[in-house]
């Protein structure tokens, strides 16, 4: 093999290399960003609806399925989502997913001794990929469900007997975190294999940048290093 070929070979070795840990580490970052942005706005959604304070109060199924579907219409991803009372009971819920029920999780589970007025995130093996989605299912190494527990918190004691109007007026009191009352928790279900699949179009576009980088790499090592080894065939 020539001088100009045995260099060839190392530098489009060394862009190979290079340029698939540069493409897995963008994928990666890609990824990492759009869980986090998902579970951040879904936090802040369910913060946003303080009419859930009213709906569990006044244990309206109707309102209560209404919100709970509102929050799950966001992203793709979020399959599923449960609205649980300060004890752990099942006041309501929704779902995508093709089953007749949810498959219950503890509350203890789900908060895993956080204090009440965090949030929580756990991971859920048990329950199977969304219908469709099953091939990156088994390309990812099976389904993950992460569940996602926030709390509903009131600055009315729900204890209290109130007419509908005052323990809205007591809602809107001004209260600091510490005198507020929990009413019970929002458990949202996010599929891994339906956010994978939201994200191929930018992971496509990753490696194709990535395939262009090595490609030109290869070309360039290709005509740089016949130009320096002329001289010496």
């Known amino acids: ?10 530098v489009i070795s060394v862009a190979v290399i290079a340029g698939t840990l540069l ?13 986090e942005t998902l579970l951040e706005r879904t936090y802040f959604r369910i913060r946003g609806k303080p009419q859930l304070q009213m709906a569990i109060y006044r244990n309206e199924a109707g309102h209560q399925e209404n919100i709970l579907n509102e929050l799950i219409q966001a992203s793709e991803a979020l399959q ?9 009971k099942v006041l309501n819920e929704v779902s995508k997913l093709t089953l007749q029920a949810i498959p219950g ?3 203890d ?11 929580s995130l756990t991971t859920n093996h ?15 190494g099976g389904e993950l469900f992460w569940d996602l527990t ?6 009315a004691n729900p204890d209290d007997t109130l007419s509908p109007g005052a323990f809205g007026l ?8 510490g005198s507020q009352h929990l009413m019970g928790h929002v458990h949202i279900g996010i599929s891994r294999s339906v956010l994978l699949q939201t994200l191929l179009p930018k992971f496509l576009f990753i490696a194709l940048q990535t395939a262009v980088l090595i490609t030109l790499c290869s070309l360039l090592s290709f005509f740089v290093t016949r130009r320096i080894t002329a001289p010496f065939n």
Do not use: H, W
């Open 109 to 119: 589970d789900l908060r895993q001794g956080m204090l009440a007025t965090d949030n």
């Open 126 to 140: 048990s329950l199977p990929a969304p219908d469709g989605y099953s091939p990156i299912a088994i390309i990812t």
């Open 170 to 177: 007591a809602t809107l009191s001004a209260s600091d975190s």
């Open 105 to 107: 999780t503890t509350l």
């Open 80 to 88: 599923f989502a449960r609205l649980l009372d300060s004890s752990g």
């Open 150 to 155: 926030a709390p509903v918190l009131t600055a």
């Open 1 to 10: 093999m020539t001088v100009a070929g045995k260099v060839n070979i190392f």
């Open 23 to 35: 493409g897995a580490s963008a994928l990666r970052s890609e990824y990492l960003n759009a869980r």
